[in-house]
Every structure is written in C-alpha cells, then in structure tokens.
C-alpha cells in the first residue's frame, strides 16, 4: 500500500489521515496523469530514434548479406569478362591468323550490346551500380555467343585446312639417308641427252636404283605409265591445285586411282626413259603451274642442313635428264 498523508490536529493533539476529496483530488490525479503520458511519450520517442527495432535490425542484417553476395558477382563478371577477353584476343591474333583468317569485325562482337528491354532503367535511376552490372552481364552473354559461334566456325574452317595440309606437298621424296646427290638444276640447262637448251621444271634426286619413293602428300594417283620422256612416271592428284610427279621409276608400288598418305611407299628409283643416271625427277604443279620443289621440303632439315642441300647442289650445274 502507498502511504498515507497524515497532518497534525491541535485540537485532538494527533496527526490524523488527511483524504483529498472533491477538487483536489482529481487536480493531482490529471497532474499524475499528465506527467505519466509526458514521460511514456518521451520514453517512446527515444526509443524509437535511437533504438532499431527487430524488423530493422533483422532487415539491416539481410541487406547486409546481399551487399556481399553482390560484390562476389561483381567480382565474378569482371573476372568472366576478363577471362573471355583473352579468349577473343587470341581468336583473332593467333588462331585466325594461323587458319589465314581475317579476325571478326568490331561491329559483329559489340551488336546488341547497347541497352536492354529487360530492365527499367527508370526504376533503377537510383542504382547505377545495379545497372550497370546487369548491361555488363548482357555483354558478357552476347559476346560469349558471338566467341561460341566464332570457335565453330574455327574448328570448321580448321578441319578444312588440316586436309588441305595434309594434301600439300611438303616433304622429300627420297629419304635423306638414301640421297647421294641434289641437282638444283629447275629452269634452263643444257639437256645431257639431247645437248640443247631445255626447260627443267623439277629436281633430281640422285639415289641407287630401287630406293623406295614416297608420296609427298596425301592424294590419289591419277596415272601411273611409262612414258618415252618420263620413263616410269606417277601423278598424284593432291587437290587444293596441288599436283606431283616422279619420273624416272624402276617400279611402281601403287596402281591408278589408289589413295595415298604423305609419307607412303609410291615406287623405286630407276634410270627409265630420258634419263643418264639412276635418279628420281620429282615435280611439283600448283594450279596447272610447274613451281621450284625445293620451296616445299625445307621442313624435313634444319636451317644449317638446308642450307648445305642447297649450297651443294649449285656446285653441280648438270641434270641427269
């Protein structure tokens, strides 16, 4: 119980409880009740100002979280987009330069890159950050198509050019093991049979009779005769304007209309038709045009033993046909 009030009767001489009543009573009791709505209301107001409330705290707490897992993503694209801008370097400065391809244009890799319908960039005015990672991420995802559809052409393209390389002539038809001699005599010489001046249009690898022949590149044998002139002679047909000859055979080892790979067994050195020595005349025609072999078999030696070849067989200015 609350205490009384008590106040001194000097009539009685005792202090008796005094009990507010009428007025007085309820002028305290609004006083009281004033002063208590003053107070609950200033503790209210504080409390709110300075004090977050659970659905503020737990709010602050999941923004907190996505502001996090949005600079991961951040991060993310820049790296992705990092990662593709290699790859699109090396599309165009190495391997389309290795397939004698012109790089993609500017205007191909960048279209459809500029805007979006997808988002509203009146509602994301107030989040630059927000839209410009989603144009970023549209840009990445076009560009990454572009690339994809960039590489298959690639691979396309590459497995064209792996049969046309595997078509061309680029290696020796005699064996180095088995060559005692090179004649660089392609173009004019004084033919050794007829001893007038004649076009030479191959070389001749001087060997023993019976050294095996290869085929210089993959084709299929259009002829292979004796001719008055070549001897024993086989044409193989590589395509891609490529076309071989080896005259002067002992034997062959293919027949007509046969395919052959680089590197087979296609015949053996022989001394047949216009020929002085055992030796093989080798040819090659690009586009119906006779062109210098020498040019397309230097992948066989070094630089040093190219050059030897090549320094040795000047000295000798003679054909064997």
Same mark, same amino acid.
């Given at each position: ?132 990672? =989603?144009?970023?991420? +549209?840009? &990445?995802?076009?560009?990454?198509? *572009?690339?994809?559809? !960039? %590489? ?126 055992? =030796?093989?005349?080798? +040819?090659? &025609?690009?586009?119906?045009?006779? *062109?210098?072999?020498? !040019? %397309? ?25």
């Amino acid at each position: 119980m609350g205490k009384a009030l008590y106040r001194y009767n000097p009539t009685t001489c005792r202090y008796e409880p005094v009990f507010l009543e009428g007025r007085i009573f309820w002028k305290k009791f609004s006083l009281l009740l004033i002063c208590s709505s003053v107070l609950a209301i200033a503790g209210y107001v504080f409390t709110v100002r300075y004090f977050d409330s659970y659905d503020e705290i737990r709010l602050m707490q999941q923004n907190h979280e996505l502001k996090l897992s949005w600079n991961i993503l951040h991060q993310r694209i820049a790296e992705a987009q990092h990662q593709l801008d290699v790859l699109i370097q090396k599309d165009d400065h190495n391997y389309r330069v290795i397939l004698d391809t012109n790089p993609l244009p500017l205007s191909i890799r960048e279209a459809g890159t500029g805007g979006s319908e997808n988002i509203n960039l009146i509602a994301f005015a107030d989040f630059r950050y927000l839209s410009n990672d =989603h144009f970023a991420v +549209e840009r &990445l995802k076009h560009q990454a198509d *572009v690339e994809l559809q !960039s %590489f298959q052409e690639l691979s396309a393209l590459l497995d064209e050019k792996l049969v046309a390389w595997a078509a061309r002539p680029a290696i020796q038809p005699i064996s180095n093991s088995d060559l005692e001699k090179l004649h660089l005599t392609y173009g004019q010489r004084l033919h050794p049979i007829f001893k007038v001046w004649k076009d030479h249009k191959g070389l001749d690898f001087a060997a023993q009779t019976g050294k095996p022949v290869y085929a210089t590149g993959d084709g299929t044998v259009g002829m292979a005769y004796y001719s008055d002139s070549y001897g024993k002679v086989i044409f193989i047909d590589h395509g891609h304007d490529f076309e071989t000859r080896y005259a002067h055979l002992s034997d062959f080892a293919v027949s007509v209309g046969q395919r052959v790979r680089r590197g087979q067994l296609i015949g053996f050195v022989g001394n047949t038709g216009n020929s002085v020595a055992p =030796h093989l005349h080798y +040819e090659i &025609l690009f586009a119906g045009q006779h *062109v210098n072999p020498l !040019s %397309f078999f230097q992948r066989d030696l070094s630089s040093s033993e190219y050059q030897k070849l090549i320094d040795a067989g000047s000295q000798n200015g003679i054909s064997l046909d």
